[in-house]
């Protein structure tokens, strides 16, 4: 399944992992399929909470994908008590790029297609580095303060203000 040749990460983590078919589990979601090692993807790194691995359309050199291992709706589904989450899920997006010696963390791009725009409606934080190498469709799917992308920081805020009067 996974090497240690040319370009593969040097650390590779099998899921040990198995949501199942129960409770976080969505059965039509491809996410938690990939999750749940149902579909044959490498997957990078797995915990109870996120799990990430490659997008199978790359974006960028590095472009991986880190979601919550149990199934959860896309970005508008999501509360204040979902802060935490996201916070985990951009840290081990910096793991990842890190293990994978993208070591220029000012050149990379976090964030999360706003629905209707998402391909998928399990809620996925896009990696991808070096940014400065995005061609001109991915500069324009991964477009900050667009309406089709937010950034983890832009999604933060919002769920950071969410509950506050107006």
Request: charged residues 20%; hydrophobic residues 35%; glycine residues 6%.
């Given at each position: 399944?996974?090497?240690?040749?040319?370009?593969?990460?040097?650390?590779?983590?099998?899921?040990?992992?198995?949501?199942?078919?129960?409770?976080?589990?969505?059965?039509?979601?491809?996410?938690?399929?990939?999750?749940?090692?149902?579909?044959?993807?490498?997957?990078?790194?797995?915990d109870?909470?996120?799990?990430?691995?490659?997008?199978?359309?790359?974006?960028?050199?590095?472009?991986?994908?880190?979601?919550?291992?149990r199934?959860?709706?896309?970005?508008?589904?999501?509360?204040?008590?979902?802060?935490?989450?996201?916070?985990?899920?951009?840290?081990?997006?910096?793991?990842?790029?890190?293990k994978?010696?993208?070591?220029?963390?000012?050149?990379?791009?976090?964030?999360?297609?706003?629905?209707?725009?998402?391909?998928?409606?399990?809620?996925?934080?896009?990696?991808?580095?070096p940014?400065?190498?995005?061609?001109?469709?991915?500069?324009?799917?991964?477009?900050?303060?667009?309406?089709?992308?937010?950034?983890?920081?832009?999604?933060?805020?919002?769920?950071?203000?969410?509950?506050?009067?107006?």
């Amino acid at each position: 399944m996974a090497t240690n040749e040319g370009s593969e990460p040097a650390n590779v983590y099998i899921s040990k992992i198995n949501v199942g078919q129960g409770e976080g589990y969505d059965k039509k979601c491809i996410f938690c399929k990939v999750v749940n090692n149902e579909m044959g993807t490498e997957i990078l790194h797995v915990d109870e909470e996120v799990s990430c691995f490659r997008d199978i359309k790359p974006g960028a050199p590095h472009h991986y994908l880190v979601v919550p291992t149990r199934h959860v709706g896309n970005c508008k589904s999501l509360s204040k008590e979902h802060v935490s989450l996201v916070e985990k899920m951009v840290e081990i997006g910096m793991e990842i790029l890190q293990k994978n010696n993208v070591l220029d963390l000012s050149d990379v791009r976090f964030g999360f297609h706003w629905p209707p725009f998402c391909s998928v409606s399990h809620l996925h934080l896009h990696v991808l580095a070096p940014a400065s190498q995005m061609g001109f469709m991915s500069r324009l799917f991964y477009r900050p303060n667009s309406y089709w992308f937010v950034t983890a920081d832009q999604l933060i805020q919002q769920l950071n203000s969410k509950g506050e009067t107006n």
